[in-house]
């Protein structure tokens, strides 16, 4: 099968990350095709997609018809269930979708000729980190839960397929929206530091607020921590440096790069605290005081990844920083598409 050289098949199109990604690969010149199965994603967030097909990773003859009707040359591969608690609670789930899935979706992309792939990979494949040290790709991977574990063998499987060249792109904290082209993030639940915090400074209307878990407000999880203030640091990346740096791998990939695995992020941490700081001065709200609660189970002291490596062989540069990502994710969170569409799941997850 002759493929097009233009096309890239993007699974999770409809999702926070993979919508931004089709937003940056159009406008490389590519043309994206998204698959998703809305399990989670929205439809609004397919707008940017040259086309848009309904349906599984796991679906096989599925994956084989998309492949025949628009000969991708490459895959992106964002689609997959993402809460490390839920994970805990229902290993099979993440097992089945992050893994499983994605197994017959990688081969059954090989059978079909399609011999580059980037794997959307998360800073979870660590596991336990007790150090402060940025964290270089070459550490030892031991994830201490199934989400982690589940990405983990993804990439694992992904690696050995014979005659497919992969990238694996390991995430750290990811925010941020690019509210110009009507996407952001809209999940629900929300769990993410940046949402949780610009919700209830903009003013979020109360039903959203209620029904993400805000009705008493923001509250910050452990200041305990062994850390410069007591709060836990985390190394934050716009989603459009993310989507920028999936362009780049892809490119890479088409150039003929070997396969790899990238970590993404700033190189820079910042504590629960300096983002409420952050927050505060960026949208004028000095008044905003936040809770405090025990820690949530689970969560490191410190993540901060070195990056050194997407810099040298990608040539990828993280350009935004947490200021533009509080100030586009708040003009996204204020937009009509976001607070319907919370408000549509909290109606679902409730009936
Ligand atoms: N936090 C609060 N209050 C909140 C929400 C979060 O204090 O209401 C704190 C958390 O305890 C944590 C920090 O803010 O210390 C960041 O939390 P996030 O939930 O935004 O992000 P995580 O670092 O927990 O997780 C992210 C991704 C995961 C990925 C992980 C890899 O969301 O998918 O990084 O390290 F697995």
């Known amino acids: 099968m002759q493929l097009d050289p233009s096309v890239v098949l993007?699974?999770?199109?409809?999702?926070?990350?993979?919508?931004?990604?089709?937003?940056?690969?159009?406008?490389?010149?590519?043309?994206?095709?998204?698959?998703?199965?809305?399990?989670?994603?929205?439809?609004?967030?397919?707008?940017?997609?040259?086309a848009f097909r309904k349906g599984d990773i796991g679906?096989?003859?599925?994956?084989?018809?998309?492949?025949?009707?628009?000969?991708?040359?490459?895959?992106?591969?964002?689609?997959?269930?993402?809460?490390?608690?839920?994970?805990?609670?229902?290993?099979?789930?993440?097992?089945?979708?992050n893994r499983e899935k994605a197994r017959v979706f990688f081969d059954t992309l090989a059978g079909k000729g399609v011999r580059n792939v980037v794997f959307s990979s998360t800073a979870a494949v660590y596991g336990e980190v007790t150090e402060s040290a940025p964290i270089r790709e070459d550490r030892p991977t031991r994830p201490v839960n199934p989400y982690g574990q589940s990405k983990l063998d993804a990439e694992t499987h992904l690696r050995s397929i014979t005659g497919v060249n992969s990238v694996a792109l390991r995430y750290f904290n990811v925010a941020g929206a690019e509210p110009d082209a009507g996407l952001g993030e809209a999940h629900f639940p929300e769990t993410h530091l940046i949402p949780r915090i610009v919700l209830p400074l903009i003013d979020a209307p109360e039903a959203v607020q209620s029904a993400l878990g805000l009705a008493t407000g923001f509250k910050i999880f452990g200041t305990?921590?062994?850390?410069?203030?007591?709060?836990?640091?985390?190394?934050?990346?716009?989603?459009?440096?993310?989507?920028?740096?999936?362009?780049?791998?892809?490119?890479?990939?088409?150039?003929?790069?070997?396969?790899?695995?990238?970590?993404?992020?700033?190189g820079a941490g910042y504590s629960v605290k300096e983002i409420v700081e952050a927050a505060r001065t960026t949208l004028k709200r000095s008044d905003f005081k936040p809770g405090v609660e025990l820690r949530r189970e689970g969560d490191p002291a410190t993540l901060i990844a070195d990056s050194t490596k997407a810099r040298d062989i990608l040539s990828w540069r993280p350009e935004r920083g947490v200021e533009h990502m509080i100030d586009s994710a708040a003009a996204w969170h204020r937009s009509p598409t976001y607070t319907d569409t919370i408000l549509k799941k909290a109606t679902i997850a409730s009936s």
Do not use: Q
């Open 10 to 50: 993007v699974s999770g199109g409809a999702g926070y990350i993979g919508s931004h990604a089709v937003h940056v690969l159009k406008t490389a010149g590519f043309t994206p095709v998204v698959i998703d199965s809305l399990v989670n994603g929205n439809l609004w967030a397919t707008r940017g997609a040259s």
């Open 59 to 97: 679906d096989a003859g599925f994956v084989r018809t998309v492949c025949d009707e628009f000969r991708p040359v490459a895959a992106l591969h964002f689609a997959a269930f993402i809460e490390v608690g839920e994970s805990v609670k229902a290993p099979e789930k993440y097992f089945m979708n």
């Open 224 to 266: 305990d921590y062994p850390t410069r203030d007591g709060t836990a640091v985390r190394d934050y990346i716009h989603v459009m440096d993310l989507a920028d740096a999936h362009v780049r791998a892809l490119r890479y990939l088409l150039e003929g790069g070997k396969t790899d695995v990238f970590n993404l992020g700033s």
